[in-house]
């Protein structure tokens, strides 16, 4: 939370110092929200979970009273709300066209084409998906993260692997080396991307999700028109302060 403006480089330097997936910037200016996301490389145009926490530090850690958050971003205006004892998202959808798996990812992935079902791109968010035939495949994949990046596209977020799950209507893991994150534990911004595949396939405009990354994690994603509507908890494990001169 910033008590006022500072450079993008410094916002930068203090995401590579956390070394998380995605740290937010919320700079609030009246009644507006700012709110910036950077890896530890670089910084992004959308982060689902890191919104979550936003909203969940300006809720219960800041106290905003206020039934829902409206944040200003580079993708335009995100709504954080509350929703029972989570916090509920609203995305703009992220729609995926077939397309061809460029052959370093592929080889990165250490499977055959006979396992995967459909390839797919989202250049809205600039995200691969690949549908993978077998559920258990999903967790036991190693990406060979070197051979990965030998694949130097203008524009690439990272690449979602996804199957249909046995307690879950899909299940996910999303690999993001190209802006300095191999494997984020649990990505909203993927299941914009998610969300519409897999509701036309399964005929459905609700659906539970599982990010079967090495920590985990679950939300609800629901289709409403062209945007994602994702719901998700969070929980405050520490707080610091940064002085910056």
Not at 161 to 185: C, L, M, Q, Y
Request: glycine share 8%; net charge negative; aromatic share 8%.
């Amino acid at each position: 939370i910033l008590t006022r403006d500072i450079p993008e480089e410094t916002m930068q330097a203090i995401a590579m110092e956390m070394n998380l997936s995605e740290t937010a910037f919320v700079r609030q200016d009246g009644l507006e929200h700012k709110l910036r996301w950077f890896t530890p490389t670089n910084e992004v145009d959308l982060c689902g979970h890191a919104t979550l926490a936003a909203a969940h530090v300006m809720f219960r850690e800041i106290g905003l009273k206020a039934m829902e958050i409206k944040f200003q971003t580079k993708s335009g205006m995100l709504v954080a709300k509350r929703s029972g004892d989570g916090i509920r998202l609203d995305f703009p959808i992220g729609n995926p066209q077939p397309a061809k798996l460029p052959e370093p990812i592929f080889d990165s992935l250490g499977i055959s084409r006979d396992e995967i079902e459909a390839v797919l791109f989202c250049k809205a968010m600039n995200k691969f998906l690949v549908h993978l035939k077998d559920p258990g495949l999903v967790s036991r994949i190693e990406p060979n993260f070197g051979r990965m990046l030998e694949y130097k596209p203008e524009k690439l977020i990272g690449v979602i692997i996804t199957a249909a799950g046995k307690n879950h209507d899909f299940i996910s893991r999303f690999f993001a080396p190209w802006v300095g994150v191999n494997e984020d534990p649990v990505t909203g911004s993927s299941h914009t991307v998610l969300a519409p595949y897999w509701g036309k396939i399964l005929g459905m405009t609700r659906m539970s999700a599982y990010q079967a990354s090495k920590r985990g994690g679950e939300m609800t994603v629901e289709l409403a028109e062209e945007r994602v509507l994702l719901t998700g908890k969070a929980v405050t494990v520490f707080e610091t302060e940064i002085g910056i001169e």
